[in-house]
């Protein structure tokens, strides 16, 4: 199985403080996702990586950076943190793309999931 | 772009009875993946079901079936026998083939089961 280890499951952090969290997968994976989850909007891509060293703007970008130097671990970066990020953070993998073959598509699009970071921004 | 409704901010089953949670797509696209996945409270989210567009049947997974309906751009989720461990937060998701393979997700349906 996957798994998908995310280093804090809980943080208290002040305004204007620089805030890391991190992912760390143990497979092979090639994409790696950080959402952000709130009551009543549900998950909103932040930014995804698809490559080591490669990134993408997800929905929500602004307020955040990231950074992928290894295939295992893609890390979230609130340069200076506000009471606005204050949120439960996900990051997930996903094996490769989906590729349709005959018979078929090439993998299952399962996403992993790790256990989420909750942030708190005062 | 595409979005993913889920009308129901919570719901309620008694145990051993049947539930179910809606969801509602918007896309152009015609092949595409659909999911639902599961949060339980503090525990990390896990796939519960999908289902490949292409395909007409219905997924089902033990106590868990969907009603896909792709004119309609509906993909509920049924979930027979409720036991108290389905108490969770039930999110719908879609996905494109194309692209990055994002996933895109409703708000969520918070599920209780009573004893």
């Known amino acids: 199985d996957v798994k998908v280890t995310q280093s804090s499951r809980y943080l208290v952090k002040r305004t204007g403080e620089k805030v890391f969290l991190e992912c760390v997968q143990d497979m092979d994976h090639e994409n790696m996702f950080w959402y952000r989850q709130d009551p009543g909007l549900g998950l909103r891509l932040i930014y995804f990586?698809?490559?080591?060293?490669?990134?993408e703007k997800g929905d929500i970008p602004e307020g955040y950076s990231v950074s992928r130097e290894k295939k295992e671990r893609f890390s979230l970066i609130l340069e200076s943190a506000s009471t606005n990020q204050t949120s439960m953070y996900l990051c997930?993998?996903?094996?490769?793309?989906?590729?349709?073959?005959?018979?078929?598509?090439?993998?299952?699009?399962?996403?992993?999931f790790g256990e989420g970071s909750r942030l708190t921004v005062l | 772009a595409q979005t993913v409704t889920q009308s129901q901010p919570e719901m309620s089953v008694q145990e051993a009875e049947t539930v179910t949670l809606s969801c509602t797509y918007d896309t152009s696209e015609s092949d595409y993946y659909l999911f639902w996945y599961k949060q339980p409270p503090s525990r990390q989210m896990i796939l519960v079901i999908r289902q490949e567009a292409y395909k007409q049947q219905n997924a089902t997974e033990n106590r868990f079936s969907v009603n896909f309906q792709k004119a309609a751009k509906s993909f509920s989720l049924k979930i027979s026998d409720s036991q108290l461990g389905d108490a969770a937060m039930y999110f719908c998701?879609?996905?494109?083939?194309?692209?990055?393979?994002?996933?895109?997700f409703g708000a969520g349906t918070r599920l209780a089961v009573h004893p």
């Open positions: 997930a993998n996903f094996p490769g793309t989906l590729v349709r073959l005959a018979g078929g598509l090439a993998n299952t699009g399962e996403l992993f």
């Open positions: 998701a879609y996905r494109n083939l194309e692209g990055y393979n994002k996933l895109i």
């Open positions: 990586s698809y490559d080591v060293k490669m990134k």
